[in-house]
């Protein structure tokens, strides 16, 4: 078959064109996955793509959905006709025999992008898979809930049309990889911060089940209270009445009003609405009392995080003090015997002290202890679950590794720029990037990402509460943050005895 030939692949909505990425890869951009949601379609469901005649180029990334936050996108413009996804794939990769990663960005919800210079496929395909990435609705128009579309749902959802479009898109890949190269028996789901929060949600959801094969988490966002779908369309309410007002404004005059639900000081152990919310049908229940319960789609996994997920984060929150640090952790922990444990276990005694105490109690709520639960829950239905702890510091930096930032070496991109800065890499990063990316595609192909070049990586064991360390070197250990995390596991766990948001969804 002729290099032409293999570029130019067939889908049930149409035949597309890709290029060559380099002299083994080929890359197919902008591959629509549903129909525009625009128009009437915008707060709706995704729907099908509508087929082509001829065959399309496939040679630029579609737009990136509308947003804010500069996320190095290599994308052309922003629009709301923004559903696409990327593929890489070796050029000689005879059809439905590689395994299949789909990468699902992060970006708190309200950004992000699959066209980022980080994520480029290239270097991690050439290790013997098919790359994809996705976009999905961010913000205002993949997270909003509103009375009215509650009430024009015909199962009286509103809320999650992001995780809708994940779900779409995935749906599409298992009827149209196989001609990429890829094995629609083996895709595994893998992203980072919303993307990874993403997967965990869909690990519990109805709408989940048989998706996709296996999982890679990267710093997820799980576990954490959802807003009802009462509390969400109620807020919905501070940008309108009348959703037929709210479909004629602009994009650009519809994303001037996130700040109307998106408060500058996240609430550590509170829900918030510009996110996916418990809407009864995508998240019939919390993830919490899923993962306790063991209750959520068993298949391998790996899950992980990094030794500094908050300072960035908290980097613009107003708290300089020793009271303003004191008065957060009041807001977050209000029984007093939480707020005087939660001050031992991060203690501030000088206001040059509360940045880092910040820092490390945003991580621990909104990533580590998620992430600990996530891996405790899967072990106990599938013994193939992995745990990670990212800790590699570039020599540039003077701190982290910053949420995020393991992303440069799964993909073996450590040049690409993320966000506006140009980062230095040496032989002891470089290294590390070929471990993760051969551990990463070992493991989508295998569901063990033990393999030659990798350290020996031994299944999480929750007694144990053993991890691999990826860092100056790779080497395991155990007991991450466990006294921080044991604490938080308490003090969930009262809440919910106390306070059941929840109904459990057989």
């Not at 049930?12 to 525009?36: H, L, N, Q």
């Not at 000689?92 to 480029?120: F, Q």
């Not at 579309?149 to 779900?167: A, F, H, K, M, R």
């Not at 037929?244 to 000081?265: D, Q």
Request: with cysteine; aromatic share 10%.
């Amino acid at each position: 078959m002729t290099t032409r030939s293999r570029l130019e692949i067939g889908t049930r909505s149409g035949a597309v064109r890709g290029a060559m990425a380099d002299d083994t890869i080929r890359v197919f951009k902008g591959i629509p996955y549903a129909a525009p949601p625009v128009g009437e379609l915008r707060w709706r469901p995704p729907a099908p793509v509508q087929p082509w005649e001829g065959v399309r180029e496939a040679l630029e990334f579609g737009p990136d959905c509308p947003q804010t936050i500069e996320v190095g996108s290599r994308a052309p413009t922003q629009s709301e006709d923004c559903l696409y996804l990327n593929i890489w794939s070796p050029k000689d990769a005879d059809p439905a025999t590689l395994p299949v990663l789909v990468w699902i960005h992060g970006g708190s919800y309200v950004s992000g992008s699959g066209s980022e210079e980080r994520l480029d496929g290239t270097a991690l395909a050439r290790e013997g898979a098919v790359i994809v990435t996705i976009n999905y609705r961010v913000g205002l128009f993949g997270f909003f809930a509103h009375p009215q579309l509650t009430e024009e749902s015909p199962v009286g959802s509103s809320g999650n049309y992001g995780l809708l479009d994940q779900i779409q898109a995935f749906k599409w890949l298992r009827e149209n990889i196989a001609n990429f190269g890829g094995d629609p028996s083996r895709i595994t789901a893998f992203g980072v911060s919303a993307g990874s929060a993403s997967i965990s949600l869909l690990l519990t959801s109805p709408l989940g089940k048989n998706l996709f094969d296996q999982a890679i988490l990267e710093s997820p966002g799980a576990a954490r209270p959802l807003a009802s779908l009462d509390t969400a369309q109620t807020a919905g309410l501070a940008l309108g009445e009348e959703i037929s007002e709210l479909r004629a404004l602009t994009g650009s005059e519809l994303l001037s009003r996130t700040s109307l639900l998106a408060p500058k000081v996240r609430g550590l152990t509170t829900p918030r609405v510009l996110r996916p919310i418990r809407d009864g049908w995508v998240i019939p229940e919390d993830e919490r009392p899923v993962f306790k319960s063991c209750r959520l789609h068993p298949m391998p996994i790996i899950v992980g995080t990094n030794a500094d997920e908050g300072t960035e984060a908290t980097a613009s929150w107003p708290i300089d003090t020793v009271d303003q640090y004191r008065a957060l952790v009041q807001q977050n922990f209000p029984l007093a015997s939480d707020t005087e444990r939660v001050l031992e276990l991060y203690p501030a005694y000088q206001d040059g002290e509360v940045r880092q105490c910040v820092a490390q109690l945003f991580g621990d709520t909104q990533f580590d202890y998620g992430a600990r639960l996530l891996a405790q829950s899967m072990v106990s239905l599938e013994s193939r679950t992995w745990r990670y702890v990212f800790t590699r510091r570039r020599t540039h930096r003077q701190d982290g590794p910053h949420h995020g930032q393991e992303v440069h070496y799964v993909f073996g991109n450590l040049a690409a720029k993320y966000p506006g800065e140009q980062p230095l890499f040496d032989e002891t990063d470089t290294a590390l990037s070929q471990t993760m990316m051969k551990a990463w595609v070992t493991f989508a192909a295998t569901g063990d990402p033990n393999a030659e070049g990798v350290p020996t990586w031994r299944p999480f064991n929750a007694k144990d509460d053993n991890y691999l360390e990826f860092g100056d070197t790779v080497r395991e250990q155990s007991g991450w943050r466990a006294e921080q995390l044991n604490f938080l596991e308490a003090f969930f766990e009262a809440q919910n005895a106390h306070n059941p948001t929840t109904t459990p969804v057989a």
